[in-house]
């Protein structure tokens, strides 16, 4: 009788996404030099100009992503280890063109709906605004108004 396959060997002998979405992807080489002529390859192989607006768009969310990470050096708040890997989503949907039901898109309305809620609770113990705040006030607060800006651009 053969042992029970973990989760980890079904996912790589199925549909099933290889990580789970928590887990950290893991690559074996940083370079491909599949890039050098100015072009790269989208998550479904086509190859496009590094110009192209998908390359922009997930190369804004990978530097938000490290805004991010640079924000948590110095906030202790485990909201933003999720929104690090849920932003690792995103980016990863922005590397594949958009098709209509092909069942790629990780982001979903849960996500969007957590992010909302997350926004709230950290604004509830917050006095209402009454103008635009102007980034800084601390190295907490500064880091992330420089993601939040990035953000912004991201959005675009």
């Not at 949907?93 to 979903?108: I, N, Q, T, W």
């Not at 849960?110 to 190295?139: H, M, T, W, Y």
């Amino acid at each position: 009788m053969s042992s029970p396959r973990t989760r980890r060997e079904e996912r790589r002998d199925g549909p099933v996404s290889p990580r789970e979405r928590d887990e950290p992807v893991r690559l074996t080489k940083i370079y491909t030099r599949g890039g050098d002529q100015g072009e790269t390859s989208l998550g479904d192989m086509s190859r496009v100009s590094k110009l192209d607006p998908l390359v922009r768009a997930y190369g804004v969310v990978d530097e938000l992503n490290s805004l991010v990470g640079w924000a948590r050096v110095v906030v202790d708040d485990e909201r933003l280890a999720r929104i690090q890997n849920e932003l690792f989503d995103l980016g990863a949907d922005l590397s594949v063109p958009f098709a209509e039901d092909d069942g790629k898109l990780r982001v979903d309305q849960a996500s969007i709906d957590r992010l909302e809620a997350d926004c709230d609770a950290a604004n509830e113990p917050l006095q209402p605004l009454k103008s635009f705040v102007l980034p800084g006030g601390s190295e907490e607060g500064a880091r992330l108004h420089v993601a939040r800006a990035v953000c912004r651009r991201a959005e675009r």
